[in-house]
């Protein structure tokens, strides 16, 4: 299968601060007869991207295709508003680390890394310079002079990414950059993620594992079987849901005074007392709800003191989706 003939001159490049940094159009790719992307149209804007579903729904597949590893089966997609297909030069500018633990046992991180830099077109004094650069970024350079074949999967971790950053890039691509990292590792490469995005950077990472995103995404794309689910920030995503069941948790001057009025109301499920003022609502229409509640606590004559949604989180949003 070939891909859709899309030229690059045709590719009009935005030069706004918050231009996509990732823009598919009817994107799709096939395996035979195994549909690995489907239909995927989406702009992808600067910053931290987490790119969530569980393993099969296609994320490996949309970041080869952003690599130019795989061709589209049709559609197109452009990134830093050029073409991976037709237009090369653009890898000069995205920094990969595959989900493959791609590391020669037998050289050291700064052999392995100022190899890519030398690869990269860099002369050897400037390779060398940019290597102990990206091992220092990385935490690595303890053991820039240490076989990677004794590396544990951190150290392992953070020489692929001192290799990624090298060349200095605009745009991150890391599939499932913290699988098999234990809590402390986990934590080191999330940090690390959110330093290279306040340096400017972009960065877009898999994850099948819901609280690696929530953690440190500033923006999330929900895929599921090869095609794409939502995309924004978490409050957009839910705002784009026309209607689920929620709770919340309402601390105010009348509990109960506000609990015998709520129980003439059908959609309400479930009325809970928390403490001295609380008061936990759950409902099977959220709309109804937040249509509703600021009137009528108007007409009540209570006094709030707060209000919060425990459950509103990427997880319980992932499942609304997944329905």
Same mark, same amino acid.
């Given at each position: 299968?070939?891909?859709? #003939? ?15 940094? !990732?823009? $598919? /159009? ?21 910053? !931290? ?19 130019? &590893? !795989?061709?589209? *089966? ?12 037709? +237009? %090369? ?16 046992? +037998?050289?050291? %991180?700064?052999? @392995?890394?100022?190899?890519?830099? /030398?690869?990269?077109?860099?002369? $050897? $004094? ?7 650069? $990206? ?15 004794? =590396?544990?999967?951190? @150290? ?21 950059? @913290? ?6 590792? /986990?934590?080191?490469?999330? +940090?690390? !993620? #959110? ?19 929530? *953690? ?29 069941? =929620? ?5 105010? *001057? ?11 109301? %059908? ?51 992932? &499942?609304?989706?997944?329905?």
């Amino acid at each position: 299968m070939t891909p859709e #003939a899309v030229p690059v001159e045709d590719v009009v490049v935005q030069e706004t601060k918050n231009a996509p940094i !990732i823009q $598919a /159009r009817d994107l799709a790719r096939w395996y035979g007869p195994v549909v690995g992307l489907t239909d995927l149209t989406v702009d992808i804007r600067p910053g !931290i991207t987490g790119l969530l579903g569980p393993n099969g729904a296609g994320k490996s597949t949309f970041l080869r295709l952003l690599t130019g &590893q !795989i061709h589209p *089966s049709s559609g197109a997609v452009w990134v830093l508003g050029r073409s991976p297909v037709w +237009d %090369p030069g653009v890898f000069t500018e995205i920094g990969f680390c595959s989900e493959d633990d791609a590391l020669y046992d +037998d050289m050291t %991180p700064v052999d @392995m890394v100022s190899f890519l830099a /030398r690869c990269s077109g860099y002369g $050897a $004094a400037d390779a060398k310079d940019r290597t102990m650069a $990206a091992l220092e970024r990385c935490g690595i350079a303890y053991a820039k002079d240490r076989r990677c074949g004794g =590396f544990s999967k951190g @150290m392992r971790q953070r020489t692929r990414l001192a290799a990624a950053l090298v060349h200095d890039p605009k745009l991150l691509l890391l599939d499932e950059p @913290m699988t098999g990292l234990d809590p402390v590792g /986990r934590k080191a490469v999330a +940090d690390l !993620i #959110a330093g290279l995005a306040e340096e400017g950077r972009s960065i877009l990472f898999s994850s099948h594992i819901l609280h690696e995103v929530e *953690s440190v995404a500033t923006n999330v794309a929900i895929m599921n079987k090869g095609m794409l689910l939502a995309e924004g920030t978490l409050e957009e995503i839910q705002g784009d849901l026309r209607d689920y069941a =929620f709770t919340l948790v309402v601390e105010s *001057s009348g509990p109960r005074k506000l609990a015998r009025e709520l129980t003439g109301h %059908p959609h309400v499920v479930s009325l809970v007392f928390q403490g001295d003022h609380g008061l936990s609502i759950s409902t099977e229409s959220s709309q109804q709800l937040i249509t509703e509640f600021p009137q009528l606590m108007l007409d009540l004559g209570l006094e709030v003191y707060g209000i919060s949604c425990p459950d509103e989180n990427l997880e319980t949003l992932f &499942q609304r989706l997944l329905r």
